[in-house]
């Protein structure tokens, strides 16, 4: 029987998850997979739905009771945070309105983490928007400032705007860690053979792709929503990295770190001594 899969049809899930998602990776679990953006994943996750799941890292204090954390075949980094992007250099955003990806996404979470350190004349109205419709929404005057996510940040000069601020630059300056952005869950219900045996599928998957990229070229590009090769290369570039074939000692500090600050600020629930065991 295959195992449901939500992932998003963005150049990095798309690459990883190809060898697997296509019955390349001996011994692995059939998958039955469906495309969703980060935010519908989030909700389904939080409504228990499907067995294995990319999600934000900032929706793992809603659903570690149900899912466990892969240690691998998520998105973390360097250099790869989110933007604040805005029509003017240098605008203030006292006030203003912001467009987010999701208010569940850990874009949004660094967001909130840099505003409460950088913003001090008032919050900014926040509005979500699907991250497709945020760059096209700031240049034409709907919001004034957006929260980008994947390859906005190789495009946004296209559209006339200007960076104001990396979350990411923000959270390596402030931490030393690692960007925590996207994870792999699944279900604690399927057992702890079962989900070692997806964790090794998973760093399989990875490998394959890295190892023959061309192999995935054709899926990639089909579900890149008329993305430029070039671009989608920088974007797998970027988000495919050490810390997707295992997340390892920094990427679990990174994790810990940012939703330890996060429940600190009354952002997210704290999480429980064990909720990033696994399996």
């Given amino acids: 029987m295959s195992l449901r899969i939500a992932y998003s049809p963005c150049p990095n899930d798309t690459f990883v998850f190809h060898a697997w998602a296509h019955g390349l990776v001996p011994g692995a679990p059939a998958l039955d997979v ?30 570690l009771d149900e899912y466990a954390l892969l240690p691998c075949g998520g998105a973390l980094g360097r250099g790869c945070g989110p933007l604040v992007l805005t029509r003017e250099p240098g605008a203030d955003l006292a006030g203003k309105t912001v467009a987010v990806p999701s208010e569940r996404s850990t874009a949004y979470l660094l967001f909130r983490l840099w505003a409460a350190d950088t913003l001090r004349d008032g919050a900014p109205n926040i509005v979500v928007l699907p991250f497709h419709e945020i760059m096209p929404a700031v240049r034409d ?8 996510i994947h390859e906005a940040r190789f495009t946004y000069q296209e559209y006339g705007l200007h960076r ?5 630059e923000h959270w390596e300056r402030t931490t030393g860690l690692p960007i925590p952005l996207g994870a792999i869950v699944a279900k604690r219900s399927l057992g702890a053979d079962t989900l070692n ?18 192999a995935s070229r054709d899926y ?41 600050r996060a429940a600190a600020e009354g ?13």
């Fill in 197 to 214: 045996s997806l964790a090794e599928a998973a760093r399989s998957s990875v490998r394959m792709a890295w190892d023959d990229p061309a």
């Fill in 164 to 168: 104001l601020a990396d979350m990411g």
């Fill in 34 to 63: 469906t495309f969703a953006d980060i935010d519908v994943t989030n909700a389904m996750a939080e409504r228990g739905e499907f067995d294995i799941l990319k999600v934000s890292y900032a929706v793992l204090p809603y659903i």
């Fill in 267 to 279: 952002l997210v629930p704290p999480l429980g001594r064990d909720a990033l065991r696994f399996p």
């Fill in 141 to 148: 005057g709907k919001v004034d400032a957006g929260l980008v």
């Fill in 220 to 260: 990639v590009l089909a579900h890149a929503q008329e993305m430029d090769p070039k671009v989608a290369d920088q974007h797998i570039g970027l988000y495919v990295n050490e810390f997707t074939a295992d997340l390892g000692e920094n990427g679990y500090a990174a994790v810990r770190g940012l939703l330890t």
